[in-house]
Nanobody, 126 residues
Framework: QVQVVQSGGGLVQAGGSLRLSCAAS????????VGWFRQAPGKERECVAA????????YSADSVKGRFTVYRDNAKNTAYLQMNSLKPEDTAIYYC???????????????????WGQGTQVTVSS
């Protein structure tokens, strides 16, 4: 099993930046794809970014494309979500999730993922 621990997040003004980290322990991180999801009050959980186990394939939702970047460092067992040009509508609880797969592909479906971080609040003030 792998444990996933998130860090980062907090309160930032519109236009600012934050970086979220997703650290895995218990097993080596390679062969685990990672998804970043967010859930705002009254809204469904949505995938904002995802990355394959090698880092060679990534996905970004249209709502964050050009502003958010997902990347990983398997030597550090950590994946990251760099969020720039933040907007008030980005306010949500953000979750990272990991899933073992031998295939170097991404998934944007939350049901795919077996291991979830604890969630971290991101609040963007206008």
């Amino acid at each position: 099993q792998v444990q996933v621990v998130q860090s980062g997040g907090g309160l930032v003004q519109a236009g600012g930046s934050l970086r979220l980290s997703c650290a895995a322990s218990g097993r080596t991180f390679d062969k685990y794809r990672v998804g970043w999801f967010r859930q705002a009050p009254g809204k469904e959980r949505e995938c904002v970014a995802a990355i394959s186990w090698s880092g060679g394939r990534t996905y970004s939702a249209d709502s964050v494309k050009g502003r958010f970047t997902v990347y990983r460092d398997n030597a550090k067992n950590t994946a990251y979500l760099q969020m720039n040009s933040l907007k008030p509508e980005d306010t949500a609880i953000y979750y990272c999730a990991a899933d073992y797969t031998p295939y170097d592909v991404v998934s944007t479906t939350h049901r795919t993922y077996d291991y979830w971080g604890q969630g971290t609040q991101v609040t963007v003030s206008s």
